[in-house]
């Protein structure tokens, strides 16, 4: 879709765009004369000057400038130009405080292969890893992983940034990644009801036992979120693409999924469940406020 892009250039908007695609004209390299009637001297004067520049900007070195330059809701066009450098990301935390909590893993996929980081141990490769990727893709990472990751670290992450939650929104997915998931036809199997607040409970019990299992229990928890995003993305893009003329042309087959790298302990997961329905009966709340009880327990398991 990139090169069949026109709403990056300041004062043509989708709807000018739809136009220039209905005159016979879907890509750069057909912007020619004889002009559209409708486009006027100047404005043909504008888009050949911002296509020159374009077709620089295109490049891998240049993703972010002509990034910048697209709509918000429009920069899933980029994904395809650049998914030999992207990193899935997802992180784990004690807690939702961005003062008072703290990362406890990380998952990097890269359509391949899937990477993670764990506190205490290798956390501090990540800040080297993560630089051999051009485009950054989560689900609610503009509001949470990404300013967690650059607090922890110290240093911002100048990667291009696709955000799910506000492109599945957009296609009517709501509900939290779980959720979107579910809407999406993805399985999680064993993993279906384990969430963040499973997380926390996993990453205290770890810490109290140094249990392996507990670790990789976590682990494979938090690889399958950064790897659905690949599929996630792949669904989102296809459902855009139906908008356009470009629909079969562009459309993307799914990924194939890597093998697990980790597997959780079902016997554990079952006993979290029993804690999690006995904190929610005794708190009376809702799962978000079992979730907050949670982060000052001392002792889950």
């Not at 409708?38 to 296509?51: A, E, P």
């Not at 395809?80 to 990097?108: K, N, Q």
């Amino acid at each position: 879709m990139l090169f069949n892009t026109f709403v990056h250039i300041p004062g043509i908007g989708e709807t000018t765009e739809r136009r220039i695609w209905q005159a016979g004209i879907t890509n750069w390299d057909e912007f020619k004369e004889p002009y559209p009637e409708f486009l006027s001297g100047q404005k043909v004067r504008l888009i050949n000057d911002h296509l020159a520049r374009s077709r620089v900007q295109s490049g891998q070195q240049a993703t972010r400038e002509f990034f910048r330059q697209l709509p918000a809701s429009q920069r899933w066009r980029v994904f395809p130009h650049y998914r030999d450098s992207v990193a899935y990301l997802d992180i784990e935390t004690t807690g939702l405080s961005f003062t008072d909590h703290c990362i406890t893993t990380i998952s990097l996929y890269d359509g391949a292969r899937v990477y993670t980081y764990v506190a205490g141990e290798n956390l501090a490769d990540f800040a080297e890893d993560i630089g051999r990727y051009q485009l950054l893709v989560t689900y609610n990472g503009k509001a949470f992983d990404i300013p967690m990751i650059e607090k922890h670290f110290g240093f911002r992450l100048p990667q291009t940034h696709i955000d799910l939650r506000p492109l599945l929104q957009g296609l009517g997915f709501v509900g939290g990644l779980k959720g979107c998931e579910r809407q999406m036809g993805l399985d999680r199997g064993e993993l279906a009801g384990v969430d963040g607040y499973f997380a926390v409970l996993l990453w205290r019990e770890y810490r109290r036992t140094g249990a392996r299992r507990v670790l990789e229990t976590l682990l494979a928890y938090n690889a399958e979120d950064a790897v659905n995003l690949e599929s996630l993305l792949v669904q989102a893009y296809n459902l855009k693409l139906q908008s356009t003329p470009f629909a079969e042309s562009h459309r993307l087959p799914m990924p194939i999924l890597p093998e697990k790298s980790f597997l959780p302990d079902m016997e554990l997961i079952g006993r979290l469940r029993g804690v999690a329905s006995g904190m929610l009966k005794k708190s009376g709340e809702s799962p978000a406020g079992c979730r907050a009880l949670s982060m000052g327990a001392s002792r889950v398991l």
